[in-house]
Every structure is written in structure tokens, then in C-alpha cells.
């Protein structure tokens, strides 16, 4: 079994910044891709950026520039470091984690970008 626990949500003006976590517990080795998604309210799940084991990140349009992934394979975690939030960038972070042609999901954690 394997557990993945989002941190690092919630409520950050625009132009702001926050640092998301996430982090592997439970029967874990062999972690491939890990990837963040988000999903704004009434809208579907969208990538956001990915990062394979050879710590190769790719990223969406809109996170371009201003997010950055990050992971740490000794302590089975995975960051998002966003910046300039906007609006637009509001919903639920959800970390995936590619384990053995597995992929787990997190619960999610809600950043909000409001004045």
C-alpha cells in the first residue's frame, strides 16, 4: 500500500507564492514519473508539471515559467514551488506518483489566488 499526502495549500494573494509538498509513505520503491495536477472548481483535472526519475521536468503552458518540481528521492517526496500565483491558478493539487506502472493519487490540497 501506498499513501501520497499533498501539504503546503492555502489562500495566497495574486503575485504571490506558496510551496507545495508531497510526500510517499507506505510500501514505496521503484518511484518513476511524479507528476502535480490541479483541478479548478467546475473544471476537469489538468497537468500541471511532471518530473521522471532522472529529474526531468516538464511543464504546461500556464506553469511555465513560474512553477518549478522539484523531488527528493531519499525522503520519497515531491515540491511545486509556484510564483506570481494568478487567479486562474486556484483549485485542488493533486500529486501522482508512477510506482511499478502504478499510479497513486493524493487527496489534494486547495491553494486559492484572491484578493
Known amino acids: 500500500q501506498v499513501q501520497l499526502v499533498e501539504s503546503g495549500g492555502g489562500l495566497v494573494q495574486p503575485g504571490g507564492s506558496l510551496r507545495l509538498s508531497c510526500t510517499a509513505s507506505g510500501t514505496v520503491f521503484d518511484i518513476g514519473t511524479m507528476a502535480w495536477f490541479r483541478q479548478a472548481p467546475g473544471e476537469e483535472r489538468e497537468l500541471v508539471a511532471t518530473?521522471?526519475?532522472?529529474?526531468?521536468?516538464d511543464y504546461s503552458d500556464s506553469a511555465m515559467g513560474r512553477f518549478i518540481i522539484s523531488r527528493d528521492n531519499a525522503k520519497n517526496a515531491l515540491y511545486l514551488q509556484m510564483s506570481s500565483l494568478k487567479p486562474e491558478d486556484t483549485g485542488v493539487y493533486y500529486c501522482n506518483a508512477d510506482i511499478r506502472d502504478y499510479h497513486y493519487w493524493g487527496k489534494g490540497t486547495l491553494v486559492t489566488v484572491s484578493s
Open positions: 518530473i521522471d526519475s532522472s529529474d526531468t521536468a
